[in-house]
Each structure stands twice: as structure tokens, then as C-alpha cells.
């Protein structure tokens, strides 16, 4: 059984900073990236940043430079810094974990419930 907990999202206004944090635990081991999407109302669900286990990280184009995601192998967490948030931005993010070979052999195994992050003033 693999579970994901997310912890982190909130209310924020624009140009602020939120700390999001997925902790993954169970049977993990045979799972090389972990990351967070994001949708928002009508939208698709989109990349926001990704981690593999050799360190390669990726990003969606809206938030390069502006986004970091890490993470302690020690705790099995990934977290994404958000700084400079935009009400773009606003979206309900989901902690995922995977398989990552290239970009066209890949799979998304499990997805947290997801954490509501809101940019508004």
C-alpha cells in the first residue's frame, strides 16, 4: 500500500511564498520520480515540477524560476518552494509518484488528494 500526504497549501497574495511537502510511504522502492501537477477550474491537469531519483529535475515553462522542488530520500518527501506566486498560480496542486525512464516511457502509479493553493489579495 503506497500513500502520499501532502501538507503545505494555503492562501497567499501575490508575490508571496508557500512551502509545499508530499511525504511518500509504503512499499516505494520500486519508484524513481516523484513531483507536483497542478489544475486548476477548466483546465488540465499540468507539470509543475518533477524529481528523479538520479537528481534530474524538470519544470513546467509558467513557473521556472520562480518554483523549486527537493527532496530528502532520507524521509521519502519531495518539496516544492514556491516563491513569487501569481493568482496564475492559483490551482489544487497533487504530489505524484512514478516511474521515469524518458519522456516517452513513463508512468504516474499514485497521486495524493491534492492541497488547494490560492493567490489572491
Known amino acids: 500500500q503506497v500513500q502520499l500526504v501532502e501538507s503545505g497549501g494555503g492562501l497567499v497574495q501575490p508575490g508571496g511564498s508557500l512551502r509545499l511537502s508530499c511525504a511518500a510511504s509504503g512499499s516505494i522502492s520500486s519508484f524513481n520520480a516523484m513531483g507536483w501537477y497542478r489544475q486548476a477550474p477548466g483546465k488540465e491537469r499540468e507539470l509543475v515540477a518533477e524529481v528523479i531519483s538520479d537528481g534530474r529535475t524538470k519544470y513546467g515553462a509558467s513557473v521556472k524560476g520562480r518554483f523549486t522542488i527537493s527532496r530528502d530520500s532520507a524521509k521519502n518527501t519531495v518539496y516544492l518552494q514556491m516563491n513569487s506566486l501569481k493568482p496564475e498560480d492559483t490551482a489544487v496542486y497533487y504530489c505524484?509518484?512514478?516511474?521515469?525512464?524518458?519522456?516517452?516511457?513513463?508512468?504516474?502509479?499514485?497521486w495524493g488528494q491534492g492541497t488547494q493553493v490560492t493567490v489572491s489579495s
Open positions: 505524484m509518484l512514478g516511474k521515469y525512464y524518458n519522456e516517452r516511457s513513463r508512468s504516474y502509479d499514485y
